[in-house]
């Protein structure tokens, strides 16, 4: 399966996302390929079988989204200084969503730019993370605060990683699949109701049709101009949960979950969304044991942290709302009252 990337914005950046067994793949040129002990036990010797290169390096870096900063990204370059890489050399991400971004942005910075490659390993990152040229690190301040727009020269995806993965990195993607369902496509939601994900088959169809729709956004909109802010549905809530809790509490994809629900709880408030869908969208995250439950201490402070949010600009918070099951709406003159009314929702019960 082929889902091709070909950017509107420009006639040069076209790449090809590949849904398949991993081929084999040969480079004229020194490659690095960077990942994490989790993977490399499971995977790396399969990977090293299946690349050819003049030369091949392997960078592993500590595992988890703790780690997903700049002083890692300077490893990363150091390391790449150290196996004399050049402007035709190549990095190869080899993991996770995390993995992903950082050795993407680690490119975009090396000799002011050299070629990558995304091997994604876990679903999150096979449906979503890999594929758009999103690349970055945390900081104190947020989530992917530091980073730039750098496309991959391809993706990889094979669903044999997956087999590795633990339930909750499993379900962490089904959330950002859900995500584009609930945003795009109504009939795909409605599919996804009744979806076995641990059927091989079906499980690669729905890779297909998340990556699809991923690709037909960011051909549109690269660079988060218009459309492809809508892939931040349940984004502007989960980061704030995930700084609030330091990164360590919840996977990416279970506080976009949470997001979720606080993002769907806006739209129902706002008379956008009904409860019964909220409910239906509710009950699809949890089938797959997804956290849609979150205690806000402090409504203010989470309202703050809202400002630091890439997609908000000149003191204006954009929230990103269903409009209906398959249809979108991005909001950006919400009342404050009415956010915090929405928040104060998920605060301690008494």
Same mark, same amino acid.
């Given at each position: 399966?082929?889902?091709?990337?070909?950017?509107? #914005?420009?006639?040069?950046?076209?790449?090809?996302?590949?849904?398949?067994?991993?081929?084999?793949?040969?480079?004229?040129?020194?490659?690095?390929? *960077?990942? %994490?002990?989790?993977?490399?036990?499971?995977?790396?010797?399969?990977?090293?079988?299946?690349?050819?290169?003049? !030369?091949?390096? *392997?960078?592993?870096?500590?595992?988890?989204?703790?780690? @997903?900063?700049?002083?890692?990204?300077?490893?990363?370059?150091? /390391?790449?200084?150290?196996?004399?890489? $050049?402007?035709?050399?190549?990095?190869?991400?080899?993991?996770?969503?995390?993995?992903? $971004?950082?050795?993407?942005?680690?490119?975009?910075?090396?000799?002011?730019?050299?070629?990558?490659? !995304?091997?994604?390993?876990?679903?999150?990152? #096979?449906?979503?993370?890999?594929?758009?040229?999103?690349?970055?690190?945390?900081?104190?301040?947020?989530? =992917?605060?530091?980073?730039?727009?750098?496309?991959?020269?391809?993706?990889?995806?094979?669903?044999?990683?997956?087999?590795?993965?633990?339930?909750?990195?499993?379900?962490?993607?089904?959330?950002?699949? *859900?995500?584009?369902?609930?945003? +795009?496509?109504?009939?795909?939601? /409605?599919?996804? #109701?009744?979806? $076995? +994900?641990?059927?091989?088959?079906?499980? @690669?169809?729905?890779?297909?049709?998340?990556?699809?729709?991923?690709?037909?956004?960011?051909?549109?909109?690269?660079?988060?101009?218009?459309?492809?802010?809508?892939? %931040?549905?349940?984004?502007?809530?989960?980061?704030?949960?995930?700084?609030?809790?330091?990164?360590?509490?919840?996977?990416?994809?279970?506080?976009?979950?949470?997001?979720?629900?606080?993002?769907?709880?806006?739209?129902?408030?706002?008379?956008?969304?009904?409860?019964?869908?909220?409910?239906?969208? @509710?009950?699809?995250?949890?089938?797959?044991?997804?956290?849609?439950?979150?205690?806000?201490?402090?409504?203010?402070?989470?309202?703050?942290?809202?400002?630091?949010?890439?997609?908000?600009?000149?003191?204006?918070?954009?929230?990103?709302?269903? #409009?209906?099951?398959?249809? =979108?709406?991005?909001?950006?003159?919400?009342?404050?009252?009415?956010?915090?009314? *929405?928040?104060?929702?998920?605060?301690?019960?008494?």
């Amino acid at each position: 399966m082929i889902v091709p990337i070909a950017l509107a #914005q420009t006639q040069t950046i076209r790449y090809d996302i590949t849904i398949d067994a991993l081929p084999q793949l040969t480079f004229d040129t020194n490659v690095v390929i *960077v990942t %994490n002990p989790t993977v490399a036990g499971f995977h790396l010797e399969t990977l090293l079988a299946s690349v050819t290169a003049t !030369q091949l390096n *392997v960078v592993t870096i500590p595992d988890g989204e703790g780690y @997903k900063t700049l002083e890692t990204v300077e490893g990363i370059l150091n /390391e790449c200084f150290e196996h004399k890489l $050049d402007r035709k050399s190549l990095l190869i991400a080899f993991g996770g969503g995390v993995i992903g $971004d950082m050795t993407g942005f680690t490119a975009s910075l090396y000799q002011r730019g050299i070629d990558f490659i !995304q091997i994604p390993t876990t679903l999150l990152s #096979q449906v979503d993370a890999s594929v758009g040229g999103k690349t970055g690190v945390n900081n104190q301040y947020g989530k =992917n605060l530091i980073g730039a727009f750098y496309q991959p020269k391809a993706v990889y995806i094979d669903p044999e990683f997956l087999k590795t993965l633990p339930p909750r990195e499993f379900a962490a993607g089904i959330a950002e699949i *859900v995500k584009m369902a609930v945003m +795009f496509d109504k009939s795909y939601f /409605e599919f996804l #109701q009744s979806a $076995d +994900f641990t059927d091989e088959e079906m499980l @690669k169809q729905v890779i297909k049709k998340s990556v699809e729709l991923k690709a037909w956004v960011v051909n549109q909109d690269e660079k988060e101009a218009g459309i492809r802010a809508v892939l %931040n549905y349940g984004h502007t809530f989960g980061h704030v949960v995930e700084n609030e809790t330091n990164y360590t509490t919840y996977l990416h994809g279970e506080a976009v979950s949470i997001g979720i629900i606080m993002a769907n709880a806006l739209a129902v408030e706002l008379r956008m969304f009904t409860q019964d869908e909220a409910d239906e969208v @509710k009950a699809l995250l949890e089938k797959s044991s997804l956290p849609t439950d979150y205690v806000i201490k402090d409504v203010d402070a989470f309202y703050e942290h809202f400002f630091l949010d890439k997609k908000s600009a000149k003191g204006s918070i954009k929230f990103i709302l269903p #409009q209906g099951l398959g249809h =979108n709406k991005i909001i950006s003159d919400i009342d404050e009252n009415i956010v915090k009314k *929405v928040l104060a929702g998920f605060g301690e019960k008494k």
